[in-house]
């Protein structure tokens, strides 16, 4: 069956752009995440989904970040104004089970 | 203390090598533990999971320590294919949802 997949693998936006990140989850996963991973580093945390509950967004970085989900189905994270700290790849993940994840391919943001 | 710790490597071992990557994290409450593997601008995917008594699929076996909060991966007959980075993943308590992930562990198999 078709896996995450995340659009666009790849985004050049210049400094003070806003950019919008679209993810599709695996169908009938109730669960989904994203997560930043910048160069060498390990997958950061920013938001989670659960069905229709309330979203943690505690791992967003701050109010230029925000991220929207329809239902059970596609996510969008948004960055406003967008700085160079932004560059990065972000991984959208879906599960349907507390303790797995299935990653899609990411978008790679590079902020000039 | 960070969360997950874990050796950057890289580790540079020959084809045949046996390889042991260790992992140790803080929060004493994690009840699940998984080793991802990340190829090089991939994303990760799940290796397998960690189980108290120790676990084997095939070439590779996961130990855990509760007591000392470690986990390991090894990894024998070493592959080329095997060349990635390989995250240790500790999830936030029982029922948690959130999971940690170590910042990897970078291996390559050489000819």
């Known amino acids: 069956g078709a896996g995450v997949s995340q659009s666009p693998s790849n985004k050049v936006t210049e400094k003070g752009k806003d950019v919008e990140l679209r993810c599709d989850p695996i169908s009938g996963h109730t669960a989904l995440y994203w997560y930043r991973q910048r160069l060498g580093q390990g997958l950061e945390f920013l938001i989670y989904?659960?069905?229709?509950?309330?979203?943690?967004k505690s791992g967003l970085p701050s109010d230029r970040f925000s991220a929207e989900r329809t239902g059970e189905s596609v996510s969008t994270l948004t960055i406003q104004r967008t700085q160079q700290e932004d560059s990065a790849v972000y991984l959208c993940?879906?599960?349907?089970?507390?303790?797995?994840?299935?990653f899609g391919p990411g978008t790679r943001l590079t902020v000039l | 203390r960070k969360e997950v710790e874990q050796d950057p490597g890289p580790f540079n071992v020959p084809e045949g090598a046996t390889v042991a990557f260790n992992c140790t994290y803080s929060?004493?409450?994690?009840?699940?533990f998984f080793w991802y593997r990340q190829d090089c601008r991939k994303e990760p995917k799940l290796l397998m999971s960690?189980?108290?008594s120790g676990n084997e699929d095939g070439r590779f076996t996961a130990q855990l320590n509760r007591a000392s909060q470690y986990i390991s991966l090894l990894i024998r007959d070493s592959k080329l294919s095997d060349s990635a980075t390989y995250l240790c993943v500790v999830n936030g308590g029982a029922g948690s949802y959130q999971l940690t992930f170590g910042k990897g562990t970078k291996l390559s198999v050489i000819p």
């Open positions: 993940a879906s599960s349907d089970r507390t303790d797995t994840r299935f």
């Open positions: 989904f659960q069905g229709n509950s309330a979203p943690d």
């Open positions: 960690v189980y108290s």
């Open positions: 929060n004493s409450a994690s009840q699940s």
